[in-house]
């Protein structure tokens, strides 16, 4: 008889119940909704240098801070018309499905399993990332194997929790976890020295570092990279309008670095560059603003906001964290950064 | 949607609700100007066909089918055989029929569509109470009232339970286990209501005419054929979604009423015609009407938004945020359709347990069924809420609009205020009752 009521239950959620939540938006309804609000709602965390931060006049600042009101330049042609959520990391999904925000940035990773189940988007990366480790400066550790047997200070739930284990048994290696809950208390536990290494994002321990007791020359970060951390913008499921958007905000500021249109020089090239299919790209008639939705300028309004991708990463990230671009080169420099044709 | 949007939507549904309550005009017209007044403001367009069909669709559908298959009947003389064996069973005491509408509606409406039940029952319940020389208002009244309770018998009682329980991965035995007996306990609470709000019938005692044989009935194919046509329905209403091409309880009703209708052009009895004109079709708008008003609501958007106020509120105390659901689901219940009103508020609850970390991120995705047990009475709470806040007032639920349109048919008008007297002091005790439950249940499964 369970078998049976299991089996009438499965098919009924199968037919559509489950459907009534509505987990998804229709295609136009977020852009709709920012042109009416006359704001985008951009959720961001709550304090991570480099990539999203309030100085002290309460102005935020970050990459995805950027990248936040270079979509909105291009969707409201007003880089200034947007209004930043700080979340928690556990309420970045919750705010993203709830329609509280209409764009996450938050550091998020684009993994199967958020786009296959929890039903949201990554339209692009902004920021290939990886996990890494940090160590003091003056303990000597040079590369991961030094660190055979040692205690590891570590994030409860993060990815690291759960692959660092496999890492290390795969090389033979060792070592005790100390897991904590929050990344406030990791690095406390380790500027403390109750672990010798502090294992997360090597965005984030660049981050971490920087508030270091000693300053952040104290401490290194290992050359050795543990898994993929794409991150990047997310939007909610089945609007296509605002995916596609989003996604080419991106690689318009990518595409500019590439062809060496700046903050500067982009409004002049507009109108003066020999290249037609990069004349329209800026907005000087017959591209394709019309039919994503928003104004002939709307590239030429991002890259004037924030700068091309490059810009954006050395304000950013190189000045702030002082990490070097690594993957996020451009293809042409052995990166990764690729943008489609414009055409 | 934008601000002005959300206010208009707001502001129409509170004049369409006002209108209503102070009986200022017909509800179904006043349904019907609210949802003209949200096309005419941009509210509503022809992307929302989809999602209001999608949630429409199914309870028309039941109450089309059991609208057909009750009138199908009508005319075969099984309501006074039935009727009569009811009356005789009452003994001529309004207490018995009362205690025993309990005893007949709550098991039924534990496996079957509410509204359709009700439809079905009607006309023996108007017999019984003509037959008491009772005023048939308020059985009909308590019918719709122990329908929608009797929901929370079992995990297909109520499309809110089923939607709630499916989308946490809850088995038909796990609900038995831990919700049955708090809707056991919501039906049970009714009858020390009685005697209070049903005092003129409870009190009634008439003496009963002498039995006499029955009268045969007069086209027993007919009858026996229609008797089929119902058989079929309520078979597919238990099994249809387990058939190799599954059949939902909607397309149940719709295939029963079909069949009816074949059975009435075969026989010759009367014109399709005439059955298809006695629906009560004033009741299908204003329900349609009611289901397009609630969308402009669901797409505000401002329910599922609600998961970070909760946090922020309530931290990781599920105990509070249950009981806050409890009532809030339960007065929005009373207003609108509890089917959306649930669709929502899934969003919101899986989002603050997500947002509260009671649950890992993957809470939020469909088919997720691995919920901590301390979770649980927070989406049993929804349950009561959505179930029992349908009893509060007439627009609460279908059964009740049901029940009004054929009080309303035999030319007795049920007003907001007439069902509110009922209606709001029981839901009050029941969600109260369900505090309680949920309470419980939240200190065992802690």
Redesign the interface.
């Known amino acids: 008889v ?1 078998a ?6 499965a ?3 199968l ?9 998804s938006s ?1 295609a136009g309804q977020t852009l709709d ?1 920012v042109k ?2 006359g704001a985008l709602r951009c959720g961001v965390s709550e304090g991570i240098p480099g990539f999203s931060e309030r100085d002290a006049a309460g102005r935020w600042d970050g990459i995805d801070v950027d990248f936040c009101r270079a979509v909105a330049a291009a969707a409201l042609g007003d880089a200034e018309k947007v209004k930043f959520v700080p ?2 990391a ?2 970045r ?3 993203l ?4 925000i209409d764009l996450l940035l938050r550091e998020t990773t684009w993994t199967l ?2 786009e296959a ?3 949201v988007l990554f339209p692009a990366v902004l920021y290939f990332d990886a996990q890494a480790l940090m160590v003091p400066a003056k303990a000597g550790v040079k590369a991961l194997a030094d660190l055979d047997g040692a205690t590891i200070c570590v994030e409860k ?1 993060t990815t690291p929790e759960r692959y660092l284990p496999d890492y290390f048994a795969a090389r033979g290696l060792h070592f005790r976890a100390l897991v904590l809950d929050s990344s406030a208390e990791v690095a406390e536990a380790f500027f403390t020295g109750r672990c010798r290494a502090y294992v997360s994002d090597a965005s984030q321990l660049a981050a971490a570092r920087l508030q270091a007791p000693g300053g952040a020359q104290a401490f290194v970060i290992l050359p050795e990279r543990i898994g993929k951390e794409p991150l990047g913008p997310v939007v909610r499921y089945g609007d296509d309008d605002w995916f596609t958007l989003v996604r080419w905000v991106l690689f318009a500021l990518i595409a500019a670095e590439e062809v060496g249109v700046t903050r500067e020089n982009a409004a002049r090239l507009r109108d003066t560059a020999a290249n037609p299919t990069l004349r329209r790209a800026l907005g000087a008639g017959g591209g394709y603003g019309p039919a994503l939705g928003v104004g002939e300028d709307w590239a030429l309004k991002a890259i004037e906001s924030v700068g091309n991708y490059g810009e954006m990463f050395e304000r950013n990230i190189t000045r702030v964290l002082d990490l070097d671009r690594g993957l996020n080169r451009l293809w042409t420099q052995g990166g990764l950064m690729y943008a489609p044709p414009f055409r | ?5 959300i206010y208009l939507s707001l502001g129409v549904f509170a004049a369409v609700i006002l209108a209503i309550a102070l009986d200022l005009i017909d509800m179904a017209v006043a349904a019907l100007l609210g949802t003209c007044a949200l096309i005419v403001f941009g509210v509503l367009g022809g ?1 929302d066909a989809g ?1 209001i069909l ?2 429409a669709g199914g309870p028309l559908a039941l109450l089309f089918g059991g609208m057909v298959a009750a009138r199908t009947l009508a005319t075969t003389g099984i309501f006074e055989r039935i009727g009569d064996g009811f009356l005789r069973a009452t003994g001529g005491s309004g207490k018995r029929f009362l205690l025993l509408l309990i005893a007949l509606v709550a098991p039924v409406c534990a496996f079957l569509p509410n509204a359709t039940t009700v439809i079905l029952l009607a006309p023996i319940i108007i017999r019984v109470a003509v037959a008491l020389e009772v005023d048939f208002v308020a059985p009909m009244i308590l019918t719709a009232i122990i329908s929608n309770s009797a929901g929370l018998l079992t ?2 009682g109520d ?1 809110a339970t ?2 709630v329980g ?2 946490i991965g809850m ?3 796990q609900y038995l286990h831990t919700v049955s007996l708090g809707g056991l306990l919501s039906v049970l609470v009714l009858i020390p209501m009685l005697p209070v709000l049903f005092r003129e019938v409870w009190r009634v005692r008439r003496p009963l005419p002498p039995v006499e044989p029955p009268k045969p009935i007069e086209r027993p194919w007919f009858a026996l054929l229609a008797l089929g046509t119902l058989g079929v329905m309520v078979a597919l209403f238990l ?1 249809g ?2 058939l190799p091409r ?1 059949i ?1 309880p909607p397309a149940a009703a719709i295939v029963g009423a079909a069949l009816a209708l074949l059975v009435v052009y075969e026989a010759k009895v009367e014109p399709v015609d005439a059955v298809l004109r006695d629906i009560d079709w004033k009741t299908l708008v204003f329900l349609a009407s009611i289901f397009c008003l609630v969308q402009g609501i ?1 797409k505000t ?1 401002l329910l ?5 106020t909760l ?1 922020a509120a309530f931290g990781n105390h599920l105990i509070a945020v249950a009981l806050v659901l409890l009532v809030g689901i339960g007065a929005l219940s009373s207003l609108l359709a509890n ?2 009103v649930v ?2 508020s ?3 609850v ?3 347990l ?4 009671a649950v ?3 809470g ?5 069924s691995d919920w901590p047990a301390v979770t649980v009475p927070v989406f049993i709470a929804m349950m009561f809420g959505a179930t029992l806040g349908g009893n509060g007032t007439l627009i609460g639920a279908s059964a009740n609009v049901v029940a009004a349109g054929i009080c309303a048919s035999q030319g007795r008008r049920v007003t907001f205020t007439d069902f509110l007297r009922y209606g709001l002091p029981v839901a009050a005790v029941q969600i109260a009752v369900s505090a309680f439950y949920v309470l419980v249940l939240s200190r065992l499964m802690h």
């Not at chain 1, 049976?4 to 239950?9: G, S, T, Y």
């Open positions: 369970s049976f009521l299991a089996r009438v239950l098919r009924a959620a037919l559509g119940l489950a459907g009534l939540v509505p987990l229709q909704g009416a609000r979340l928690k556990s309420e999904f919750p705010a499905q709830g329609n509280a399993g958020r189940r929890l039903k739930g | 949607v934008s601000n002005l949007q992307e999602p999608g949630i995990l297909v499309p089923f939607l499916s989308s088995s038909f035995g099994v979604e387990a599954p939902g669901t958007g599922q938004s609600l998961s970070l946090n089917i959306p669709a929502a899934l969003v919101m899986k989002g603050y997500v947002a509260a970390q890992p991120e993957l939020m995705a469909p088919g997720f």
